[in-house]
C-alpha cells in the first residue's frame, strides 16, 4: 500500500488493515488531515495485542513498525 499511496488517507489504512483480517475493534488509524484541512506528514495505525500495540506509520511511502505496550485507557493512541 504505501507504495502505491506514499500519503494514503485514513480510509485506506483502515480498509487494507481490514482487507488483511484485522478486526476494527481492535484497530486505531489516525487522520489524514488536520483540523484545518492541511494534509498530515504521517498516519499511523495501530493494532492492539494483547497488552501490547503493534504501531506502524506512513511517511513519503516509508513505513516504520514498532511495539509499545498498551496505555492505561486500554487504547493505544491518546485522544479521540
Not at 507504495?3 to 484497530?27: C, F, H, M, N, R
Not at 516504520?64 to 486500554?74: D, H, I, Y
Amino acid at each position: 500500500m504505501a507504495a502505491g499511496a506514499p500519503k494514503p488517507s485514513t480510509a485506506q489504512v483502515s480498509d487494507a488493515l481490514a482487507g488483511a483480517g484485522i478486526a476494527p475493534g481492535v484497530l486505531e488509524v489516525s487522520q489524514s488531515r488536520t483540523p484545518t484541512g492541511l494534509e498530515a506528514d504521517a498516519i499511523e495505525a495501530a493494532v492492539l495485542q494483547g497488552d501490547d500495540c503493534v504501531i506502524g506509520q506512513v511517511r513519503d511511502g516509508a513505513v516504520a513498525v514498532t511495539v509499545l505496550p498498551v496505555l492505561a485507557s486500554g487504547k493505544c493512541f491518546v485522544g479521540s
